[in-house]
Structures are given as structure tokens and as C-alpha cells.
């Protein structure tokens, strides 16, 4: 039996296409959310979902849900996810885990409490076969060990241009380093599997609001260019540029060994893989992907404006559906499922992970020098002052 889905969303397309997928694969959505009653009901009537409200736990407390999909603004993502645990609901949880490390440190947490639920992020390119295909040729050690990483990626402006939104806002989770990097950050280590321990960047705003927009200050990056010291000696540069008039969105991913590259370049139907290996010269070295759009009737599609950069982060989401299907259909039970059908999802602690590196590259913008990747265990003291004056008048009184 498949889980019930309760979703959590925010002005966008990607659920207009994501919730008539989830029930082409058998998944009943029994409720909706949104900031308002309003768009509540909007969102309800367009997708044809029972149930909607403004208020997180009429959700939460469904009887009828059992997993939730939470893709609101990020300022709301930890505290949903959290209670969601807490509650007894599988979370599958869109980028980023919070607005900082420390808010995802306690996505971490509730996860690890609550071992027997599925606690996931929604860093779904990991799930595209094309570096899938580039994970298993570096497994297989068809172009040596891994020397140089080289990515880029140019698209269109992320920024809502009608309305003030958290995503022009750098503190509330806007930003291409946030929006686009994160899942860069989190398909490189899935892919050579190794991790940052350095970085060293720049992040760059662009052009001020105009029109209605112009009294506001828009604070979210629209460039950022970064270089990560990865803990297996790998170097790895990433380069990402959002800019008002850019049309096409382009992905380019190179990974450079000691006996061979390999390269994926992003096309409107997926992607293609090429590449070459000395050590097997005569290896054939090259896979596209497919368009999972295409699955869906043209009438749903159309009436879904998708953006360029979307399309692959949609087609690894619908990929992340599936193998969702699977882990619970192999189970009688609606509560129970299958950890191997879900085991290449990206978890709450790599989530973490590309939180850190995100504010360790920001930490070296502002610095203008490297940063180390610091991973934290604990929360932080909300006021340090005081817990030292409290320290010091126990230790006197003593």
C-alpha cells in the first residue's frame, strides 16, 4: 500500500507537474498547504487535492498522510520537517535543509531519532541517469583517480519579477549559490564521493530592481564562483552565473582522472555523457537520458510554464518518485518500507553538509580568503553572554 501525501507548497510550477506524476505512480495526495487560505484553495482546485489549509499541523495530524513533501519557502523547512518526525510522517524535503547549518543540524537530529522514517532531501540531479552512469565509471576506475572537477552553469534570473519574495532575499534561502549550488555541491559528492574540507569564493549581486520592485533591495546573489578542496585530493571548480536575458540554461560537468575525463553536457531532452579512458582504450564511453516531461500528458505540461533550469531537477524528482514507489509497494503495510529502494537519496546529513560548504563559501567571499568546511554537532548557544555569566557565578559560588 502506498502512503497518502500531504504537500507543503509556494508559488510555482514544479507541483503542477509533480502531483499528477505521484498519481500516475499510484500515490493518493490528500492535502495541500499553503501561507494562505487563499492560495490554499487556489492550489486545491488546480490540482484537484481534497483537502487544503493555511495551518502546518491540519496536515500534520491527517490520519490519512503518511508521507509529506515539503516545498514552501525555506524559512518553514526545518520546523515541518522536525514536527513531521516528531509526529510519525515520512519527509521527503526540498533544497535547502534551513536557512543555516544549525537548522538542519536539527533536521539531523529528529532524523536520527526516528530511524524507521523516510527523512530525505529533494537533491534529485544524483537521481539522473547520466551521473548515475558517471558515478559507476568512476567506481569502476575507467578514467583513474579523480585530479579536477570543472562544472558550470548559466541560466536565466531566479528572482521572482513580480513580486518581493524570499527568493530575493539572501538570509531567506534566495540566491543562485542557494538555489542552484546546493544541488551542485550535492551531486558532486555523490558522484566522486568525495567531500569539501576547503573553500575558497566570491559571490556577486546583479542588477537593481526595477519598476515596482525598485523601492526593495535585493540582497540574493546572482553569480558565485567557487573552488572546494575535496577530502580524497581532488580540486574542484564550480561556476554559476544567473542573469536577467540569459534564455537557455546550460549544465556543464567535467571530470577530469588520471587515465581518462568524462564530460555531461545538458540538452532540452536530458543530457548526454561522453568521454575517454586509456585504460580500457577500446570502452565505449557515452549515455543520454530521456525526457520524463514526456510521460505526462502534453495538456498538463503546457499548462505548466517550466522554466529550462527546472527540467532536470524535475526529471531527478520524478526518478526520486519512483524509487519511492518502490520501497513502500514492496511492503503490505502503508507505514512500512524498503531502505534499499531509497539508499542512493540524498539524507538529512548531507543536506548538512551542503549547508556547510554554502556558508563556508560565503564566509570566504566576505573574508577574501579560504574557509575551512565546518561540520557542527551541536547547536549552537543561543546566548553565549549569558551562559558564560551564568558559568562564572556557579563557579564563584562554588
Not at 16 to 29: E, H, I, M, Q, S
Not at 63 to 81: F, G, N, S, T, Y
Not at 92 to 100: A, N, R, S, V, Y
Amino acid at each position: 500500500m502506498l502512503p497518502g501525501i500531504g504537500i507543503f507548497i509556494s508559488a510555482g510550477t514544479v507541483m503542477k507537474v509533480l502531483v499528477p506524476y505521484l498519481r500516475a505512480k499510484g500515490f493518493k495526495v490528500d492535502s495541500v498547504w499553503a501561507q494562505t487560505q487563499e492560495a490554499a484553495k487556489d492550489a486545491a482546485e488546480e490540482l484537484e487535492i481534497p483537502f487544503f489549509t493555511s495551518k502546518v499541523d491540519d496536515v500534520l495530524l491527517k490520519k490519512e498522510v503518511d508521507l509529506i513533501i515539503i516545498m514552501c519557502p525555506p524559512i518553514l523547512h526545518a520546523q515541518i520537517a522536525v514536527k513531521a518526525l516528531g509526529i510519525g510522517k515520512h519527509v521527503l524535503c526540498d533544497k535547502p535543509g534551513g536557512l543555516t547549518q544549525s537548522e538542519t543540524l536539527k533536521m539531523v537530529h529528529a532524523a536520527q531519532y526516528y530511524p524507521s522514517l523516510i527523512s530525505v532531501m529533494a537533491y534529485s540531479l544524483r537521481f539522473l541517469p547520466s551521473f548515475q552512469y558517471v558515478r559507476s565509471v568512476i567506481n569502476d576506475k575507467l578514467i583513474g583517480e579523480v585530479n579536477y572537477c570543472d562544472i558550470h552553469v548559466q541560466l536565466g534570473s531566479l528572482i521572482n519579477q513580480k513580486n518581493y519574495d524570499w527568493t530575493c532575499e539572501e538570509g531567506m534561502g534566495g540566491g543562485v549559490l542557494t538555489m542552484i549550488g546546493s544541488h551542485v555541491i550535492d551531486v558532486i559528492s555523490a558522484v566522486i564521493r568525495q567531500r569539501a574540507t576547503r573553500v575558497h569564493g566570491v559571490t556577486r549581486r546583479g542588477l537593481a530592481a526595477t519598476g515596482e520592485m525598485s523601492i526593495r533591495r535585493i540582497t540574493s546573489d546572482r553569480f558565485a564562483s567557487f573552488n572546494m578542496e575535496m577530502n580524497g585530493g581532488a580540486l574542484v571548480t564550480v561556476t554559476l552565473n544567473s542573469q536577467e536575458g540569459l534564455k537557455n540554461f546550460d549544465i556543464s560537468f567535467s571530470v577530469t582522472g588520471s587515465q581518462g575525463f568524462i564530460t555531461y553536457r545538458s540538452d532540452p531532452s536530458g543530457g548526454t555523457v561522453t568521454g575517454q579512458s586509456r585504460v580500457v582504450p577500446t570502452a565505449e564511453i557515452f549515455h543520454t537520458d530521456t525526457d520524463e516531461l514526456s510521460f505526462l500528458p502534453s495538456s498538463i505540461v503546457n499548462n505548466a510554464p517550466i522554466q529550462p533550469h527546472q527540467r532536470p531537477y524535475i526529471n531527478g524528482l520524478f526518478r526520486m518518485v519512483c524509487a519511492l514507489r518502490d520501497a513502500f509497494s514492496r511492503v503490505e503495510d502503508r507505514s512500512g518500507w524498503i531502505k534499499d529502494a531509497v539508499s542512493s537519496a540524498a539524507t538529512f546529513e548531507d543536506g548538512q553538509y551542503v549547508m556547510a560548504v554554502i556558508e563556508a563559501v560565503k564566509r570566504s567571499s566576505k573574508m577574501r580568503e579560504w574557509s575551512e568546511v565546518s561540520i557542527i554537532y551541536e547547536e549552537p548557544d543561543p546566548n553565549p553572554v549569558l551562559s558564560a555569566a551564568v558559568r562564572r557565578s556557579t563557579i564563584a559560588a562554588v
